[in-house]
């Protein structure tokens, strides 16, 4: 066991039980902030396995962006402060596959690698794979880029009901939440 | 350092996902647990990056900068979404959404019957308005508010 072993298992642990945490706690708010947790172990990791350009990018895009937007969608549907206990479905068949899925991959993955030992890489700098991005994966990065273009048409499109949907639907959807308030 | 750390983490990370997209109704915890997994997914190949020797360098980061951005783009796509369904239901439990279109619009009409909103809305402005209206235009706009405001007013 070596230091970056105890970091491994040390942030492996904090990522596992903030992730539990989401997916058991009763406040959707509190969901989104042990998710903040859980991807900054992730980050942390990533640093652990010299992968410094990722982490620092998941750092901004997830911890940044994307909770920020999952924290607004908790905010713009209303969700109730507080402990909620109609959340969640019936917990055997979840359990019964989550854990399946956990496990077996586990054990694949044990029994592929034992407990070999690997020499840390050279750090991912930005320098690096900035190279290897602009000289083997140019054509994946720019589709991409496009793909992102049309995601944000698309939720463009998606949230203004006058466009995505129907006269009627559109009508009809403006009297539905307020007659429930 | 020994590889088969951060892959464990990571496959249980996938099956805690796994539990939650199976487990929650609400549909923005849903995505969270979505969320989850793709992590996984990247730690995943941050660690391979790390342990097997690829022909190209750093592929296994690349590939996680690119899932990165999947994800971005993913969870605006699904927010827009769920932010519609709350528009169209009022509710983003995801066990009350009905499958097919018809199902969805039959009950919608009774509740919320459209030509119900506006004069509920149109109507208190007549009433507050009625006392200094009293003095002038009274004709057109209400004979029953208008009855009791020109006693006051006289």
Redesign the interface.
């Known amino acids: 066991m ?1 230091s ?2 105890i970091l ?2 040390g942030l ?1 642990a904090i ?2 039980g903030a ?2 945490m ?2 058991t706690t009763k406040h ?1 708010v509190r ?2 902030l042990w ?1 903040v947790v ?2 900054g172990a ?1 980050a942390g ?2 640093l ?4 410094e ?2 982490a620092w ?2 750092m901004l ?2 911890v940044g ?2 909770v920020v ?2 924290l ?3 905010m ?2 209303r ?1 109730p402060i507080g402990a909620r206990h ?4 019936p ?1 055997w ?3 019964l ?7 077996g ?2 054990v ?3 029994d592929a ?9 050279p750090t ?1 700098t930005a320098e ?2 900035g190279t ?2 602009f000289r ?2 140019v054509l ?2 720019e589709v ?1 880029s496009v ?2 273009l049309a ?2 048409v ?3 499109v ?2 203004r ?1 006058e466009i ?1 949907s129907r006269p009627e ?1 559109g ?10 308030r | 350092m020994h590889p088969v750390i951060p892959y464990v983490t990571a496959a249980l990370l996938f099956g805690t996902g796994v539990y939650g997209v199976l487990r929650r109704r609400n549909a923005v915890l849903l995505l969270m647990s979505v969320e989850l997994m793709l992590n996984a997914v990247n730690l995943i190949l941050v660690t391979a990056d790390a342990t097997v020797r690829a022909a190209l360098p750093a592929t296994g980061q690349v590939f996680a900068l690119f899932v990165i951005v999947l994800a971005a783009a993913e969870v605006g796509v699904g927010l827009a979404i769920v932010l519609q369904l709350y528009r169209l239901h009022a509710t983003i439990a995801l066990d009350t959404v009905a499958l097919s279109p018809p199902d969805d619009t039959a009950p919608l009409p009774p509740p919320g019957s459209p030509p119900d909103g506006p004069p509920d809305r149109g109507g208190p402005p007549p009433d507050r308005g009625g006392p200094p209206d009293g003095t002038g235009p009274r004709p057109g706009a209400g004979a029953e508010p208008s009855q009791p405001a020109p006693v006051g007013a006289a």
């Open positions: 070596t970056a072993d491994l298992a492996g990522a596992l992730a539990l989401v997916v959707v969901a989104g998710l859980s991807l992730v990791l990533y652990v396995l010299a992968a350009l990722v990018v998941q895009l997830y962006a994307v937007l999952l607004f969608a908790v713009l549907t969700a109609d959340l969640d479905r917990g068949p979840a359990l596959v989550g854990g399946g899925a956990g496990l991959l586990s694949l993955l044990v690698y034992r407990w070999t030992r690997v020499d840390t890489p991912g690096r794979l290897e991005i083997s994966w994946p990065f991409l793909l992102l995601a944000l698309g939720a463009i998606i949230s009901p995505g639907i009508a009809r959807s403006r009297p539905a939440p307020g007659e429930r």
